[in-house]
């Protein structure tokens, strides 16, 4: 059974930054729940409580939920009011389109001493005579029943008839659950019945595809058509008696169909897995010719950028799609893109280089820019302007600009135009005999220079 997790509520409480210690008001509605739990452990702060639309079969494991105002538990499976109590700041209570006929257990709520509005429409209970007169009369604390409110002169005339009246709701109670047991075994009979024909039908389809005696089978694809045809009939027909057939509308019922849907559902889901595993495109021949293939058909444009020697594909992305599910393969001669599994592959017109190759995501448009270098380069016209003006004999060109003055656009090549490093030290220095001998001839320069030059030995 499905019950309440904490990914759940995370996800459910994303105006609150995902947090649920601190959270007030959560919506659980239309979740398939069939049991509920953890939210008074998770959730103390909670004030309201949306869980409308379930499957959850009794209140449970709210006690706990001290500033809880407003609960909706409508259009579930719930037999009887309780677990309540503990709910003290309990205001508003709706249990609409629930099973409730034991109209006795909403003696529960007296001890929520806030509660002014319960609504019970669509229960069994609703059906029982007396049944707003005993309410009312059981609960003092309440301004609204189903909508409607309770006027000071209609609790006093339920209060006065309250014996009898609740006499009454004893009795038709007694009849409700005794109907309520038969509906049980019921319900637990057809369980029994229908595990039983499945069981059947498992062992004639073993029996079927695993004989003692293996037989030829020369038409392969009409015999998998025929049991595809067959099958199809099958689960037509069981659809058609299990949707046809009267019964009940009782908790088990409800159950059993969510159970049913569920179970067409991964059916479903299982034999379309099966059909994309079993049915591979083509992409490469038999004797190696590449084809293109476009099985997403997404629009793309292939240019030709001479300029940069290059090729650039453009595939027209889902703007939202997310980019984990792209997957990009570059081969000499061809490209191919898995978009969501579905291959895109396109034959280049020229042999790219792989490596080089890059995929940029717009972050705009969602399109794929996949940039491919060619693998023979080609030698482009500016690098043959520059070696011709590299080569002239002319030393002297120039160039008059607008305003007539002369601007030269090369020096003579005669000069180097780069530092020569062979005469950045000077002769005479580079011929020293070593870094810690000196030369003499500087000596003897200092020492005529300083007059004042004083010999210290200890120095």
């Excluded at 429409?121 to 009369?137: D, H, I, L, M, S």
């Excluded at 490596?355 to 995501?361: G, L, M, Q, T, V």
């Excluded at 002769?427 to 003499?440: F, S, V, Y």
Aim: net charge neutral.
């Amino acid at each position: 059974f499905l019950s309440v997790t904490e990914d759940l509520v995370r996800r459910r409480a994303e105006h609150n930054n995902c947090e649920i210690f601190s959270l007030e008001e959560i919506s659980l509605h239309q979740q398939e729940i069939e049991k509920l739990e953890h939210l008074d452990k998770w959730c103390r702060d909670l004030k309201i409580l949306y869980l409308q639309n379930n499957l959850i079969p009794k209140i449970e494991n709210v006690g706990k939920l001290k500033k809880l105002e407003y609960l909706n538990m409508a259009l579930n499976n719930i037999e009887r009011i309780e677990n309540l109590e503990g709910c003290e700041e309990l205001k508003k209570l709706d249990l609409t389109a629930n099973f409730i006929g034991e109209l006795s257990s909403i003696a529960s709520l007296k001890c929520n001493i806030h509660l002014k509005e319960l609504f019970l429409v669509g229960n069994p209970c609703t059906e029982f005579e007396g049944y707003r007169q005993f309410v009312v009369a059981t609960l003092h604390q309440l301004k609204y029943l189903d909508s409607k409110e309770i006027e000071r002169s209609e609790r006093i005339k339920a209060l006065q008839n309250y014996p009898e009246v609740k006499w009454k709701i004893k009795e038709q109670e007694q009849v409700y659950l005794l109907k309520r047991a038969r509906e049980k075994e019921e319900a637990q009979r057809r369980m029994q019945e229908r595990k039983d024909k499945k069981e059947k039908q498992m062992d004639s389809k073993l029996g079927f595809d695993s004989p003692e005696v293996p037989q030829e089978k020369p038409n392969q694809a009409e015999g998998d058509g025929e049991q595809e045809r067959c099958r199809t009939v099958e689960n037509d027909e069981e659809d058609r008696r299990f949707w046809e057939e009267p019964t009940p509308y009782t908790p088990e019922s409800r159950l059993e169909t969510h159970r049913y849907i569920e179970e067409k559902r991964k059916a479903k889901d299982n034999i379309r897995e099966s059909k994309k595993k079993e049915k591979p495109w083509t992409l490469v021949t038999a004797e190696g010719k590449v084809l293109n293939v476009n099985v997403p058909k997404l629009h793309f444009s292939l240019k030709d950028d001479e300029e940069n020697n290059q090729i650039i594909l453009d595939l027209a992305v889902y703007r939202h799609l997310d980019t984990s599910l792209l997957d990009v393969d570059v081969q000499p001669t061809y490209i191919r893109v898995l978009v969501k599994g579905k291959p895109f592959q396109l034959v280049l017109p020229e042999e790219v280089k792989p490596d080089s190759s890059s995929a940029k995501r717009s972050q705009t448009t969602g399109h794929l820019v996949v940039t491919m270098p060619k693998a023979k380069g080609i030698i482009l016209a500016k690098q043959k302007v520059s070696a011709s003006i590299k080569h002239s004999d002319c030393s002297t060109q120039q160039k008059t600009t607008r305003s007539g003055r002369v601007e030269k656009l090369e020096v003579d090549p005669s000069k180097h135009s780069f530092p020569d490093v062979t005469k950045i030290i000077q002769e005479k220095e580079r011929t020293g005999q070593g870094p810690i001998k000196l030369q003499p001839q500087k000596v003897t320069e200092v020492k005529k220079s300083c007059v004042d030059f004083e010999n210290n030995e200890d120095v």
